[in-house]
């Protein structure tokens, strides 16, 4: 049983550049939630994804926005990125009726 | 919105000591989780305990719901032990919001 898949493993960017995360959920969830880590803290709420559709969604600004497919993998963007998005972005996964979420291995970001 | 403080921030030990983990939170939750943090920075699902004491080898967690505070307790640490420990709430429907983790070193 393959568990959340995050790709890709790391990325670097300049600022202003946009960039696209990718995540595959755990087999039999619908539910995916994107989580931006910076260094020494816990990881901080983005948004997230059920039936193809933005359900709730952190203090974030528009600058970051999501898709979910059909077959429920999810992207994260960041458009006009800056030095403080560089963080550990993590995706989890639900089924939307449960609240026990199971995080990918994230994808860590350097915006320089 | 919900608080979630974890104390103590930083804990070294030696192998082979136990040590406990205290996660307090500020309002009711429907869930609790505690994680661990490899230095891969993986989150790896330690228990799901809104309530209730749970054990899973060397390690085991408790919730006292109604005084809002979680315990994870360690016994007989090894050096793969070692990493961020991650207390993480959430009300029904909402998002997990975690505390900030306590960091814990085991040498050998």
């Known amino acids: 049983d393959a568990g959340v898949t995050q790709s890709p493993t790391h990325l670097i960017k300049t600022r202003g550049q946009q960039v696209t995360l990718r995540c595959s959920p755990k087999s039999g969830h619908d539910t995916v939630s994107w989580y931006q880590q910076a260094l020494g803290q816990g990881p901080q709420f983005i948004f997230q994804?059920?039936?193809?559709?933005?359900?709730q969604r952190g203090n974030f600004p528009d600058r970051f926005s999501g898709h979910q497919f059909p077959n429920y993998s999810s992207e994260l963007n960041v458009n006009a990125l800056l030095l403080g998005d560089s963080a550990l972005y993590l995706c989890?996964?639900?089924?939307?009726?449960?609240?026990?979420?199971?995080f990918g291995p994230g994808t860590r970001l350097l915006v320089l | 919105g919900i608080q979630v403080e974890q104390s103590p921030p930083d804990l070294i030990l030696q192998e082979g000591a136990n040590s406990t983990l205290r996660c307090n939170f500020s309002?009711?939750?429907?869930?609790l989780q505690w994680f661990h943090q490899n230095p891969w920075g993986q989150l790896i699902n330690l228990f799901y305990?809104?309530?209730g004491t749970k054990q899973n080898g060397r390690l085991s967690a408790t919730t006292v719901a109604t005084e809002r505070y979680s315990l994870l307790y360690i016994s007989s640490s090894q050096t793969t032990d070692s990493g961020v420990y991650f207390c993480a709430v959430n009300q029904a429907g909402t998002a997990l919001i975690f505390g900030k983790g306590t960091t814990l070193s085991v040498s050998s």
């Open positions: 309002d009711s939750v429907n869930n």
């Open positions: 305990i809104p309530s």
């Open positions: 994804y059920y039936e193809e559709e933005e359900r």
């Open positions: 989890a996964s639900s089924l939307f009726s449960s609240e026990t979420q199971y």
